[in-house]
């Protein structure tokens, strides 16, 4: 199978979907996960680091930082380190450090929600698909196939560029990127537990569709779409940061990394360290991230 | 396998009619009016609604899909509001020069893939292994904008090595690759894009060249003592068909995402033919641009399926 | 075709695999001619098959240097605002016995780059193919682009070879400001191309200092010199122009530090210094510009002289110049003192505590407005940090100011459909040219010109300016007209339609070794003086 946004090869063995389904799912197994994953020094590193920017752009208003639109034409692009500013300052004499603080509540808003989104509906609509098989199916899938045929960049470049700038407008473009994929995974692991025997066994004593989808067929479907899903928030990190780069994100002045990296480009000569902050915050990000889900994927494999 | 190729490239056909209303389907969603963007700001009402009766925007909606996809199929995508020059032209010649980047950033990338993949396979677990592994993650995840940049400062403006932007004086029309002269205005932006499907390939390569050492043939061999290059060679050989798809599909995410890179380098191709669509709200570029860029994707796609189940008959994909 | 295009796009990727191999570091080859490369901050080539798009810098690269006008701009001095100059007309004035004909006498020897003749024929032909539409040479997209100096045209007919008659619809004393950007192409060409233009466009002509060489679309214009220009002073003094677009203002700069441009547009103010450092000069002047807020004068606040007065107080005019690093004057009035509009207006300076007078007076505290801003757009210099400061400035007296910030093509047409469409906003940041009295004052400041029918987005109302509007329109009188213009400056700058902040001073980098550019205060230049070393 491959990857719509990434064209990566998804190589995910999920756990195995041992008959009785969800409930009776080992506790072994995920015990066995928390453990590897305790072990994994490196993944804890990235995990911690991750947990540190979400809790920072969350609290962001309590931390005391100071003011991230408070312009000042005397203190405009000073160095790192200059008093008071922790990280300089901005073309506008606006605090660095706050900025990029603030910076990180878009720049996540960006990166997790529309994650989140593709994988209820996406998720949701794989389901079905999967589940009811014939027409269903084929209808649902059909559609998501003309969507894989747009490049992720190409599709949220495009849906945001008609629809004009603006979060929202970032936000249902990304979404839209991320539903095919999640949607086929959902469907192809729907696919695999629908022919099991204990499915057939449920409808013979009677289990309506819905009990069975929700008794059955949602926990063994989860895994392998939110293991998928995580390894998608540095994507839309990046995705969203870019086309905030490109102007069609997140509107100034609020603070957003993308965003940010684009006007600071302005003053790269005067101030080249500073005007890479930005950028070294998405890739920061996108990086734990992006270690968190291999982390996450390593201990779910149980072959390893 | 006839039969096969035959029904994949069917297939593409209502998928292609998909794409085009989603394409139309966005224009249509689009606020603004696109006859504004070609007037002065005090125009009359009468002159706006002259441009928009001139380019058809006054008819039924269904209709103007109609005529588009019509008029689609036989090559013609309308006229751009801005240039007046056909669309399927500038398209089409934007894309040759995005070709051109994402066609070298896919083979610098595999080139590079290919040894680093293949080491870490044939040591996995140690920390050649782990340090490839690292690097392949660092490159999905450097947001190519930023490192096209820093690129640009370190070795077009401080070093002064390489050009900053552009196509180099001879431009598109008669740029040669073989001329070094103008090659060098490829570098920096070849090597920004080639840093994410770099990482993408060293991950598979590592991934398939490592199951292929693990394949009964292969441990026979190894048991018979054969040199590590020779069984290396079948490995790579095992793993080829698995490598190409990828490598493909990364050039179709390339062709159609280089928005970002051209901004930075002004390169001239289809990106940078978006972003000015967009900017100057030209809604037949537009169309036709997002149009051009998602069927070559599809045809990308396709081939690499054939190729892949030409190669390997295993993989059939529906 | 497609199949063609496609085999050429795989050759591509092949031959890239060649070169791979063939990394033969081959010498670049000398040049013998002369080239000035120019970085424009345009985002694609302005449209060079007769009226440019891309406002007027297209005009400025293109236009000029492919066509002329009737009428030209004399862009030689750089010490007085550039004036109108005789171009393919020699001489214009209006016919005495009709107050509604205009004669052009035209320039006679004049050839078009094809050996096309230059006549009252040709000319005629022009002023048809913009503007009547049952023609074969018309073009709607560039009629479009020129409406706005069309609507009072009525028709023009043949006097005699060299002699052209235009008619205007009502009688107009400022009727020759329509005609200084009306490019003229060659007839024979066009109808050469069967009157297709974007056959045309493969090989444009006119009778400009530059003859087309070859184009690249998006990516760079080539030109080169006309050595038969009617105008002998201004023969090239290089052999190629080569125009490139750049809308990145780093792209530019980088370009500049790199050697791949000789001459560019605006660089970002934070770069000057890199750029002197490297040896590059910039040059800097004022042009008719003026960077302001167009107020709402019927709804909310600003209905109030007084208060357009406060706000127009509480500017610190200086400070906003310091922080564009001194590339931008202080403008506290539509015209500068240079103007021979001025007329002993009194411009507004940094008066905090009046402001805060005027202020009480209206009764207004604190004094909500929302302000309609873009976050980029042709001269609007640095919109984000300019329209920051002056929210903190307009704040500091007693203003409570929301910016709403939206997309460029969203603010032109919030200013295009007037305040009626968005009562919200309680004034619109903006950038006027101020070239001709007509773009500055007739189509902003009066009654007649209320959005959408013209260029006053806040419906500012004065009578008596209305009045010496209709006055000026019928005075064909030179120096009258302009006592009468004067005199409505002065009192559009008492009464003030606008919050007038800044002029740009348009800077642009030349390279070390480019000489010889006189840098006109106008929106348009003359590149034909320089030497590129």
Avoid at chain 3, 60 to 65: A, E, I, P, Y
Wanted: with cysteine; proline share 6%; charged share 15%.
């Amino acid at each position: 199978m491959t990857d719509i946004t990434t064209g990566n090869t998804i190589t995910f063995q999920g756990p195995p979907a041992v008959s009785g389904g969800a409930e009776a799912r080992s506790r072994g197994y995920w015990a066995g996960v928390a453990r590897r994953l305790r072990h994994d020094r490196f993944t804890l590193f990235f995990l911690a680091l991750a947990l540190l920017i979400i809790l920072g752009a969350l609290i962001a208003p309590w931390l005391g930082l100071p003011d991230p639109f408070q312009t000042s034409m005397a203190r405009r692009l000073k160095p790192i380190g200059f008093k008071g500013h922790l990280l300089g300052t901005d073309e506008l004499g606006r605090d660095l450090f706050s900025r990029l603080v603030y910076g990180g509540r878009t720049s996540l808003l960006l990166g997790i929600v529309p994650v989140v989104l593709a994988t209820l509906i996406g998720g949701l609509l794989g389901v079905v698909a999967g589940f009811f098989g014939r027409g269903v199916n084929m209808l649902i899938m059909r559609v998501m196939d003309v969507f894989y045929a747009f490049p992720s960049v190409l599709l949220a470049v495009a849906i945001s560029g008609t629809l004009g700038g603006g979060i929202l407008n970032g936000l249902i473009a990304l979404t839209l990127v991320f539903i095919p994929s999640l949607c086929r995974i959902a469907e192809s692991a729907t696919v695999q537990i629908r022919a099991l025997d204990y499915i057939e066994a449920a409808r013979a004593t009677g289990a309506s569709n819905w009990s069975i989808i929700r008794t059955h067929v949602i926990g063994n479907v989860l895994t392998p779409v939110v293991v998928y899903a995580s390894s998608l928030i540095s994507v839309a990190v990046l995705l969203g940061a870019g086309l905030s780069f490109l102007g069609l994100g997140v509107e100034p002045p609020t603070p957003d990394w993308g965003q940010m990296l684009s006007s600071l480009r302005q003053s790269i000569y005067v101030q080249p360290l500073i005007c890479a902050l930005p950028g070294l915050a998405i890739f920061l990000t996108s990086l734990s991230f992006n270690f968190i889900s291999d982390g996450l994927r390593r201990a779910m494999d149980v072959k390893a | 396998m006839i039969g096969y190729i035959i029904k994949r490239m069917l297939y593409i056909i209502p998928v292609c009619l998909g794409v085009t209303a989603v394409c139309f389907a966005l224009m249509y969603l689009a606020p603004g009016d696109p006859a504004q963007a070609l007037l002065p700001p005090d125009a009359t009402p009468e002159d706006a609604a002259y441009l928009l009766r001139l380019y058809g925007f006054d008819q039924p909606v269904w209709v103007q899909y109609g005529r588009w996809v019509l008029r689609a199929a036989s090559g013609d995508l309308g006229v751009s509001l801005q240039s007046q020059r056909p669309v399927f032209r500038e398209v089409m010649s934007a894309l040759g020069n995005t070709a051109v980047l994402s066609a070298g950033a896919v083979l610098l990338a595999f080139v590079l893939a290919f040894i680093l993949g293949t080491v870490a396979a044939y040591n996995i677990g140690s920390r050649i292994d782990q340090a490839s592994t690292t690097l392949s993650i660092t490159g999905v995840s450097v947001p190519n904008y930023w490192l096209g940049i820093v690129l640009v400062i370190v070795f077009a403006v401080e070093l002064g090595w390489l050009p900053a932007a552009g196509m180099g004086s001879a431009g598109s029309d008669s740029f040669s690759l073989t001329d070094w002269a103008q090659l060098r205005y490829a570098i920096l932006p070849i090597i920004t894009m080639s840093v994410l499907p770099l990482g993408i390939i060293m991950r598979s390569v590592r991934a398939s060249v490592a199951e292929a050492l693990g394949q009964e043939s292969i441990q026979l061999l190894r048991a018979k003592g054969l040199p590590p290059y020779a069984i290396l060679t079948h490995a790579v050989k095992n793993a080829f068909p698995q490598i190409l798809a990828v490598m493909g599909l990364q050039f179709g995410f390339l062709v159609g995402g280089s928005i970002l890179v051209e901004t930075i380098f002004n390169w001239p191709g289809t990106g940078f033919l978006l972003g000015k669509a967009i900017l100057t709200r030209d809604v037949p570029l537009l169309q036709g641009t997002i149009l051009v860029l998602s069927i070559s994707f599809v045809i990308i796609n396709l081939v690499v399926d054939v190729l892949q189940s030409i190669f390997d008959p295993r993989v059939r994909r529906t | 075709m497609k199949n063609n295009e496609i085999t050429w796009g795989l050759k591509r990727s092949a031959s890239l695999l060649a070169a791979g191999l063939l990394l033969a570091l081959s010498a670049n080859a000398a040049k013998a001619e002369s080239v000035l490369r120019v970085g424009m901050t345009v985002s694609d080539i302005p449209d060079w098959s007769g009226q440019p798009d891309q406002g007027y810098e297209g005009a400025r690269f293109v236009g000029w240097s492919l066509y002329d006008s009737l009428i030209n701009w004399d862009l030689s001095r750089s010490d007085i605002e550039a004036r109108m100059a005789p171009g393919l007309a020699t001489e214009w004035a209006v016919d005495p016995q009709n107050d509604k004909r205009w004669i052009f006498k035209l320039r006679q020897g004049v050839k078009f780059h094809d050996s096309c003749e230059w006549n009252a024929k040709s000319a005629l032909w022009n002023i048809e193919r913009l503007t009547v539409q049952t023609v074969p040479q018309f073009n709607p997209v560039q009629y479009a682009r020129q409406r706005s100096r069309t609507g009072n045209l009525d028709r023009a007919e043949v006097v005699d070879d060299y002699t052209l008659a235009i008619y205007s619809k009502t009688p107009d004393a400022l009727f020759p400001y329509n005609f200084y950007n009306w490019f003229m192409i060659s007839p024979c060409a066009g109808e050469a191309a069967k009157y297709d233009y974007s056959e045309f466009a493969k090989h444009p002509v006119g009778t400009g200092p530059y003859k087309f060489d070859k184009v690249n679309p998006r990516e760079r214009l080539e030109l080169v010199k006309n050595a038969e220009y009617w105008d002998k002073k201004r023969i090239p003094r290089h052999d190629r122009l080569v125009l490139l677009p750049m809308p990145e203002s780093t792209t530019r700069t980088a370009a500049l530090l790199s050697g791949q441009a000789d001459f560019i547009e605006a660089p970002a103010p934070d770069m000057i210094d890199r750029l002197k450092e490297s040896g590059a000069q910039i040059y800097t002047n004022e042009y008719p510009h003026v960077w302001v807020y167009a107020f709402n004068t019927r709804k909310g606040p600003f209905s109030n002289v007084k208060v357009r007065q406060a706000a127009n107080y509480a500017i610190n005019r200086e400070e906003m110049v310091e922080m564009l690093n001194g590339l931008a004057v202080a403008a506290g009035s539509t015209y500068s003192e240079k103007s021979p509009f001025f007329g002993g207006a009194k411009p507004y300076d940094y008066q905090p505590e009046k402001a805060k007078a005027l202020l009480r007076e209206a009764n207004c505290s604190p004094c909500e407005i929302r302000i309609a801003m873009s976050n980029s757009g042709s001269g609007m210099m640095q919109p984000l940090s300019m329209n920051e400061l002056v929210k903190e400035q307009l704040e500091q007296v007693g203003f409570k100011v929301t910016l709403s910030v939206v997309d460029w093509n969203s603010i032109m047409s919030i200013s295009q459909k007037g305040w009626e469409a968005n009562p919200d906003y309680d004034a619109v940041n903006g950038a006027n040219p101020i070239i001709d009295p007509v773009s500055a004052i007739f189509r902003r400041y009066t009654t007649a010109s209320n959005a959408p029918q013209g260029l006053n987005w806040g419906w500012y109302n004065n009578a008596k300016v209305d009045e010496l509007a209709k006055q000026a329109q019928q005075t064909f009188d030179v120096g009258k007209q302009t006592e009468i213009i004067s005199e409505m400056h002065r009192l559009t700058t008492e009464d003030p339609p606008l919050l007038f902040v800044v002029r740009d001073l348009n800077p642009r980098a030349l390279g070390p070794n480019v000489k010889g550019f006189v840098q006109a205060q106008s929106w348009f230049q003359d590149l034909t003086p320089i030497t590129v070393e």
